[in-house]
């Protein structure tokens, strides 16, 4: 067994590769780049080393650099984690000629299943199930849509070299193809840097299913049973499920004989996961085959009990399989929430900024054994690579955690990951967490109506309408916000022109809280009275006022009484921003202080600007060109991912402010645009 490896990768993976190489007793090695030089990856190794700026392509993706690295530290073996060079086979090669162990598959594995059109042919020649479609070399626009239209639409556009939903797209329609097929070229050379494409029929509410494979250098391999995937946004997993819903055994035996083939086929060692496409009769055809530790492993090691980084390290170190296929068996039901920073309700938009309050579930972290105590309890695990105070930059993916949950079986699951989502409270950048509960709690997942477009065809109840927010949500805030003046007061000293106890010579201090909720003002009156406040709101009865008498205050947690009921939350100020944390959801509340906005007028029209720090990847549009609403105008690379700018009204472009390929910081004015 090694004594040393090191970690090339970052965030929740490569502190999850330290956990298990702690416990096993082996020292570890970290690298990271100069935005991460505070990261939790770094702290939790034994030694981390700077191997560069923060691109990913001057640090995490310097292979000749790591392996440096690797043998100045003395490491015997290099874990890559999932992304970045976990499945370059150049890599691989280079690892092996400087004496190092790649912990991973063969080099020659990882460029068979690389080429997901090469891998195909190989999925042929092995009897695996496959989807209609055309998998060769010729790239010409006018030959493929040829092809396309003989499958019939829809079709899927797929980059040969991708992964992670990077470079795919649907195409409805014949006349979309070309647009489509420029786009989906452009992001695969982007994120690749080879814009070869497939294309396959796309298959009507098809799911998702894929098989965690293992093998050893003697020439076994098993299958640790199945993962439902099939609930996503734009191609990439939101919530994974082990086992899968409806999963008979004929079909888990087959299904997992198949991707037993797939992995002998290319001469496979390691951990791999196969995926399938399947449809709701029961069918499955091969789609692709990642050649690594996937990002949803945990939800395998939860109904297994099974440590998989550690039979990754062994069977890297020439042992054989812990297990044979005959004693592998499942326990229960696992559920994994992807706690992202991004927006839903803006397209999935990625969120960049800092974590300036994080609160989490009680919670194992990269506890894999799925034993209970007599009562049945469920189990909450939590896989991250941040902590509060720490920043999620554009440099890299915009996941904050793993949030994993095991039970007896998926009633129990889907109980335990609607009250741990309800405990979780992030400040400081968007976050998933408030459409992860509407999800878990929707009648389509909960009742497992499981395909890969549900999030699109319940799109109504997943982003419902907003609604006013509870007058319980106000009251938390309002004493939030009487409190901290008070105390600021307090902190003065007894100087009367500071005191905030609202005393007046013939009367009582009558004020206006101008509270904005969604955009939607939402003020509430207040009368100080001693001792308490008086509260007035236009979701009263009759207009009447409601005592509220602050009962506790702990930091950010109050509780307070308001009339005959007693109301606790969370309220975390950001400036002139009120993150309220009541019943399981997070609401956030604008405060429009009177005395910093007296005299403000209406903002700037006529700009455009960038949702986040990116890079101009397409002008779509000239200088002078009329536009009607709606129009793309511009396409923006950021946090590996395209984001078309639109046109807000119909209008006249009156200038372009920037090129192809040149850097915009966030909140960047992107054109100058004049409404018709």
Known sequence: MFTKILIANRGEIACRVAATARRMGIKTVAVYSDADAGAKHVAVCDEAVLIGPAAAKESYLRADKIIEVALATGAQAIHPGYGFLSENAQFAQACAKAG????????????????????????????????????????????????ADKITYPVLLKASAGGGGKGMRIVEQSAD?????????????NSFGDD?????????RPRHIEIQVFADS??????????????????????????????????????GEAAVAAAKAVGYVGAGTVEFIANQDGSFYFMEMNTRLQVEHPVTEMITGLDLVEWQLRVASGEPLPLRQDQLKLSGHALEARIYAENPDKGFLPSTGTLRHLRTPAATEFEVSHAVDQSGASIVRIDSGVRQGDAISPFYDPMIAKLIVWGQDRRQALAAMSAALAQYQIV??????????????????????????????????LFPAAVPVAIEVLALAAASLLLSERNAANNAGSDPWTSTDGWRLNGSLQR??????????SPLDVTYETGRWLLRHEQFEAQTFKQMTVLQQDGNAIEISLGDRAVAGTVVREG?????????????????????HAGDSEAEGGRLTAPMPGKIVALLVTQGEQVKKGAPLLI????????????????????????????????AQLLVFKAA
């Open 218 to 255: 003697q020439g076994d391999c098993v299958y640790l049973f199945e993962r439902d995937c099939s609930v996503q946004r734009r191609h990439q997993k939101v919530l994974e499920e082990a086992p899968a819903p409806g999963m008979t055994p004929e079909r888990r035996r087959a299904m």
């Open 428 to 461: 400081g950048l968007a976050s998933n967490v408030k459409f992860l509960q509407r999800l878990v709690a929707g009648q389509a997942f909960s009742e497992a109506d499981l395909d890969t477009g549900l999030i699109e065809r319940h799109h109504a109840t």
């Open 636 to 667: 923006m690379e950021a946090m590996k991912m395209e984001h078309t700018i639109a046109a807000p009204a119909d209008g006249q472009v009156e200038e372009l402010l920037y090129a192809v390929g040149d850097q915009v910081s966030e909140s």
């Open 177 to 189: 193809f070309k647009a489509a097929l420029a786009s989906c070229k452009r992001e695969a050379i």
């Open 196 to 204: 070869k494409v497939l294309v396959e029929r796309y298959l009507t």
């Open 100 to 147: 190092l162990v790649f912990i991973g598959p063969p080099a020659s594995a990882i460029s068979a299943m690389g080429s997901k059109s090469a891998a195909k042919e190989l999925m042929e020649k092995a009897k695996v199930p496959l989807v209609p479609g055309y998998h060769g070399e010729t790239q010409d626009a006018d030959f493929l849509q040829q092809q």
């Open 512 to 521: 206006r809280l101008a509270f904005v909720d969604d955009g939607q003002p």
């Open 576 to 596: 002139e921003q009120f993150h309220v944390f009541y019943a399981g959801s997070q609401y956030t509340l604008a405060y429009v202080d009177p005395l910093l």
